[in-house]
């Protein structure tokens, strides 16, 4: 069953930091304080500083004032406006090439946070003068996620436990992302923003929590129900709607914690298609602010 709509498309404006072996700069000033909370929690902090900044039609880029001691490469952080809580990473060598070494994730909830390391894989080059600079990227490929962290009402989970934790729910958001993309047209739709997705979406993948005017035609109060997580499921809807695999994390209630504790990461994930869209767009240029 499809769920077909139209979403209009906007470009996000994507931040490219390129911090002189830094570790964190923030997509824009605007997320500054998102971040600042964000690095409270995992007890790092950000750098104030930046030496040069350039700008493009739809990318940014920054240069840490800091310098390299080695007199080698940058350490290269990449964020984005509309996905503020996530970074890639890279290190650079003296001639403008770099390899990424991270996909960094930090999002939260009214429950907390969730914060992951994850592997990544590709490659790019950066050049930069007096007046502007360029980038290629080639489109990173994501692997397994490497470290974890978890803030949940208050608790903190750290070590083995988080990461197992995560990488759980790095299953199910996967499984759930690759059929919300083909019942789009494998990705044909790009939701400009977390809550345009979250209005389409949410009445189709969890209807029990939201009026009966948004519910989808598909619904009917008729057919079996079961109950999780306090919440009364139909069960019937789940099987005309959901493929099997997917059926037992909806009847379960892990889909509704998955959407309510990590719905920034279920958006990114959805979105990845979109992200290699734009790396793969060819020459990115930038002029000196």
């Keep these: ?11 996000p404006t994507l ?7 830094s570790c964190i700069i923030t997509p824009s000033t605007e997320n500054m304080g998102q971040f600042e909370k964000i ?5 790092r902090s950000l750098p104030e500083k930046i030496a040069t900044a350039y700008a493009g039609k739809d990318f940014s880029l920054a240069i840490g004032e800091k310098t390299d001691k080695d007199g080698g490469g940058k350490n290269i952080t990449v964020g984005f406006d509309e996905f503020p809580y996530l970074q890639l990473r890279a290190k650079s060598s003296p001639d403008g090439s770099f390899s990424w070494t991270e996909l960094r994730f930090l999002g939260g909830s009214p429950f907390g946070w969730n914060e992951f390391t ?11 003068t007096e007046s502007f600079a ?3 990227v080639e489109a990173p490929e994501c692997g397994q996620i490497l470290s974890a962290n978890i803030l949940h009402n208050g608790g903190k989970l750290q070590g083995e436990e988080a990461l197992s934790s995560l990488r759980r729910r790095s299953e199910r958001i996967e499984a759930l992302a690759e059929w919300m ?3 789009l047209n494998d990705a044909a739709v790009h939701f400009p923003n977390e809550k345009v997705f979250a209005t389409y979406w949410k009445p189709i993948l969890l209807p029990e929590t939201v009026s009966v005017k948004k519910r989808p035609s598909t619904w009917t109060n008729a057919g079996d129900w079961t109950t999780a997580e306090d919440v009364k499921w139909n069960t019937s809807y789940t099987k005309r709607v959901f493929p099997e695999h997917l059926r037992t994390l909806r009847d379960s209630g892990a889909l509704l914690r998955d959407w309510e504790e990590a719905l920034p990461w279920l958006y990114f994930v959805y979105e990845w298609n979109y992200i290699q869209r734009l790396f793969s767009a060819g020459e990115i240029k930038l002029v000196r602010r």
């Design 181 to 183: 993309r083909a019942e």
């Design 39 to 43: 690095g409270q929690f995992v007890g």
């Design 118 to 128: 994850q592997e990544i894989i590709g490659a790019g080059n950066a050049k930069f």
């Design 1 to 11: 069953m499809r769920f077909l709509g139209r979403i209009g498309k906007i470009p």
């Design 134 to 136: 360029t980038i290629t």
């Design 15 to 21: 931040v490219v930091v390129f911090a002189c072996f």
